[in-house]
T-cell receptor, first 116, second 111 residues
Framework: NAGVTQTPKFRILKIGQSMTLQCTQD?????MYWYRQDPGMGLKLIYY???????DKGEVPNGYNVSRSTTEDFPLRLELAAPSQTSVYFC???????????????FGSGTQLSVL | GEDVEQSLFLSVREGDSSVINCTYT??????LYWYKQEPGAGLQLLTY?????DMKQDQRLTVLLNKKDKHLSLRIADTQTGDSAIYFC???????????FGTGTRLLVSP
């Protein structure tokens, strides 16, 4: 199993450019999440999805958009990149949020994004 | 406050015990977790503890939970250089469909 796959691994953007961070999982998980990790800070939840067609805002959604047209894919879109969006982005998935024993988050390896 | 707090850095010698501490915020949190992040990789779940437990042991890992003080700790016995990583605690807050992560503790194990 590939697990959670994120692309690209690294990207440099100019201010105002747009891009999509791709995330796909092959575990048939219902729940998917996007987090950002800033130096010295915990992971902050950007958006999450509890199933295909359903998305909801997390703690820091401004400047981002998501879609969930299939169970497998959960892309994160930056429309007008700003320096404040320089961060490491992690996609994660889980089967459900009800049973913690089954519900551990599986993380992708991350996308390091710099906006200059 | 709103944040889950951890000290940023811990350095130990190989073979010593490591204790990583975490202060969480919601006394009604149901589950508390420890995740490990190795360089260039995503987080991986190490262990978790249910809120009605005081302690959980899993091989070299011991998790202690003090609900009164909202304090969680992770003890790693016989720490190895392969344990060098960033360790995140996380809490599942009641009514939230998400985990709230701490700031992470970077553990450096020297030979």
């Amino acid at each position: 199993n590939a697990g959670v796959t994120q692309t690209p691994k690294f990207r440099i953007l100019k201010i105002g450019q747009s891009m999509t961070l791709q995330c796909t999982q092959d575990m048939n998980h219902n729940y998917m999440y996007w987090y950002r990790q800033d130096p010295g800070m915990g992971l902050k939840l950007i958006y999450y999805s509890v199933g295909a067609g359903i998305t909801d805002k997390g703690e820091v959604p401004n400047g981002y958009n998501v879609s969930r047209s299939t169970t497998e894919d959960f892309p994160l879109r930056l429309e007008l990149a700003a320096p404040s969006q320089t961060s490491v982005y992690f996609c994660a998935s889980s089967y459900s949020e009800e049973e913690a024993t089954n519900e551990k988050l599986f993380f992708g390896s991350g996308t390091q994004l710099s906006v200059l | 406050g709103e944040d889950v707090e951890q000290s940023l850095f811990l350095s130990v010698r190989e073979g010593d015990s490591s204790v990583i501490n975490c202060t969480y915020t919601d006394s009604s949190s149901t589950y508390l977790y420890w995740y490990k992040q190795e360089p260039g990789a995503g987080l991986q779940l190490l262990t978790y503890i249910f809120s009605n437990m005081d302690m959980k042991q899993d091989q070299r890992l011991t998790v202690l939970l003090n609900k009164k003080d909202k304090h969680l700790s992770l003890r790693i016995a016989d720490t190895q250089t392969g344990d060098s990583a960033i360790y995140f605690c996380a809490e599942r807050r009641t009514g939230f469909q998400k985990l709230v992560f701490g700031t992470g503790t970077r553990l450096l194990v020297s030979p």
